[in-house]
């Protein structure tokens, strides 16, 4: 393998090679797409914080730390900085997202008591005066509680399953084309600049292929007519050689 083809290749590798947030941080590919900083955009875009940190921003809702993705599963593994996941089950709506929740889920009512009443109230939701439960629908509420919500999540409060990740599990639906039938699930916008940020690395991997061939090429063009002059001037020194043996006898006689 040649020094020029080396070079390219890596060029080309840097081009299309998974983006990330510092030397540590998550590998991000299609369909996620990678921002200096966050936006509205409530599609697949990521943004980085604090250099190796990679974050996700909701509509109506907030900023949620990426754990882990796995492209094979279509998992979102997500962590809540403010370490009160069921605040985030509260008050994330999915529906404006191409996501849902990667678990399946239930009805679960959030009830504010002013006394405490059976089972663990939530302590990042509650407060002197007030505690915050997760109940099934079909519990009677009680006096000294008034319903917040009820919502569809992966779990109720657990003290055993308390911890700021447990239930943040996402999944993803790819877009639809614009040749594919129905006008349900999520719609990508497909405006021109949308486009062409997304086909950047390989539209740029494809010019750096072309070149590459064309180095290629020149190479061997250049081999060829050397090869060719090698050989002209090994003719020229075999009639050289031919004409002065030819011109021996006659100096003779």
Known sequence: MNTPFIFFFILFLSYTEATKCGSKGLNIKSPFTLSPHHNK??????????????????????????????????????????????EVFLNLNLSLTPFRYYYVVKNYT?????????GNSIPCLSGYGHHVYTVKPS???PDSCRAIKTVEIPFGYSSYLSDNSFGLGLTWELPKRDDEDGDDGFEEERTWVHLTTKKVPMIAGL????????????????????????????????????????????ALE
């Open 41 to 86: 955009d409530p599609n697949f875009n990521l943004y980085c914080q604090n250099t190796n940190t990679t974050m996700i921003h909701f509509p109506l809702y907030g900023n949620l730390v990426v754990k882990s993705i796995s492209y094979n599963t279509r998992k979102l593994s997500l962590i809540d900085p403010k370490s009160c996941v069921h």
């Open 110 to 118: 959030y009830l504010n008591c002013s006394v405490p009443i059976n």
């Open 139 to 141: 519990v009677k509420v």
């Open 207 to 250: 010019i750096l292929l072309a070149a590459v061939g064309m180095v290629m090429k020149m190479k061997i063009l250049y081999t060829k007519k050397i090869l060719v002059s090698d050989e002209d001037m090994e003719n020229q020194f075999s009639e050289d050689l031919l004409a002065q043996q030819h011109n021996i006898p006659q």
